[in-house]
């Protein structure tokens, strides 16, 4: 059952109006790698809330940055205020990220050579959290890594799709729940580790894709 929501669902029909199109998008265009990696960080960052919502500050948030979102972190000028962006996001924070990852930028070509912890911590700024489920952040990896040609982006060769963790919020952890693949109450690292290792079992190269068997999952049973 599970293999046959991943047929299904890992298509890009189910996602023309996820954040990931805009990443995708750059990819399509021919756009350099930090382009893409910035647009796929930024989309993964406000990924929160409903999916029209979240298409539609995306784009005012790269339409800002006019759709040049490398050569805008790498301006060091930025919109710096507390007015939101998208829900309890404000450009201030927006700011902040970009500044950190103009200073990784002059130094590396690729954020792939960061941990999901470092990202959290060096990119994000958000506190150490050795048990965070990092939600976003690990969703943008599988966006990076997975290669299958569908919906993922594939970009990020260094990481083999094996290491990958489950993005893991509270739809997929209800899901996943219902479907026996964990009995853990905590929304935290450790459970979205025991939902990766359960479908390791079925996908032992390409756990992740899991993600699309949830979503379909979700979708029959709403």
């Known amino acids: 059952m599970l293999k046959d929501w991943v047929v299904v669902f890992n ?6 109006t996820d954040p ?39 784009k005012r948030l790269f339409d800002h940055m006019d759709n040049q979102p490398y050569k805008y972190v790498m301006s060091g000028c930025y919109r ?15 700011a902040s990220i970009c500044s950190a990852l103009k200073s990784f930028y002059e130094h ?22 050795r048990w965070a489920a990092n939600k976003k952040i690990h969703m943008m990896r599988r966006w990076m890594v997975r290669n299958d040609g569908k919906v993922d982006l594939g970009l990020w060769k260094n990481t083999s799709p094996a290491d990958l963790i489950i993005p893991l919020d509270v739809h997929v952890y209800t899901q996943a729940s219902k479907l026996g693949l964990t009995d853990r109450k905590a929304k935290d690292l450790r459970t979205a580790i025991q939902i990766t290792d359960a479908f390791r079992e079925i996908f032992p190269d ?13 979708i029959d049973n709403a």
């Open 108 to 129: 590396n070509s690729s954020l792939e050579v960061l941990s999901a912890e470092q990202l959290r911590v060096q990119i994000l700024g958000s506190k150490p959290d």
């Open 20 to 58: 990931i199109s805009f990443p995708r998008a750059f990819m399509l265009q021919g756009a350099e790698l930090q382009d893409i990696e910035v647009a796929a960080l930024f989309a993964a960052h406000l990924a929160w809330g409903r999916r029209e919502m979240i298409v539609r500050d995306c």
């Open 11 to 16: 298509g890009p029909v189910y996602f023309a």
């Open 80 to 94: 710096d205020d507390p007015t939101s962006i998208h829900r309890t996001i404000k450009w201030s924070e927006i």
């Open 206 to 218: 390409d756990p992740a894709q899991g993600d699309f068997a949830l979503f379909g999952y979700g």
